[in-house]
């Protein structure tokens, strides 16, 4: 029935009631606008699997809140992290490039586009790989802790040192 609402009569558990009644979405005050919000969250989440953008538009919205009260902490206590600002920009791109590009089982070309996922997935972890390198390269990085890279780039050298042999490369 498009243009006509439906009223609907729905039975709640008390926390599921006091789930919604505490729900926080922009313009929805009454219980009605909540539930309208959640439905439209959920199909957003449903038609976001198949389109990057929408699903790009979702991941960043769900980690919104997290990512503006980390920002409020960070300029209350005077501190900033790039390693967390490079991550919370990498996290929704991985997120929703991932839901997007999953195939499903019985989808004919299956294998090759998990092979395709596979490698745009590595193309973006090794981009946030180089980006958390290059904030050791000073020794000291703009970071909560400033030696939280550098503490870690022991490790890292070994590991060069033993692809590198393994690779012979120069």
């Known amino acids: ?12 558990s008390p926390e599921e009631a006091a789930f919604l ?36 538009a979702f991941v960043e919205e769900l980690l919104a809140p997290s990512l503006h009260r980390l920002r ?13 600002l490079n991550f919370a920009h990498w996290l929704p791109d991985v997120v929703a490039y991932s839901m997007v590009n999953v195939p ?12 395709n996922l596979e490698a745009a997935i590595a193309d973006r972890i090794f981009v946030l790989i180089e980006q ?18 550098t503490k870690r780039m022991p490790a890292i050298i070994k590991l060069n040192d033993i692809i590198k042999m393994s690779y012979d490369l120069e």
């Open 1 to 12: 029935m498009p243009g006509k609402s439906v009223s609907l009569s729905v039975r709640l």
């Open 104 to 115: 499903d089982a019985d989808e004919p070309d299956a294998a090759e586009r998990l092979a």
């Open 132 to 149: 958390v390198l290059r904030l050791g390269v000073t020794g000291e990085s703009p970071c909560y802790d400033p030696t939280i890279i």
């Open 21 to 56: 009644a505490a729900y926080k979405s922009p313009g929805a005050t009454t219980l009605s606008e909540k539930l309208r919000a959640v439905i439209s969250e959920a199909r957003k989440r449903r038609a976001g699997s198949e389109n990057y953008a929408e699903c790009l």
């Open 72 to 84: 409020e902490t960070e300029t209350a206590a005077g501190l900033h992290s790039e390693l967390l």
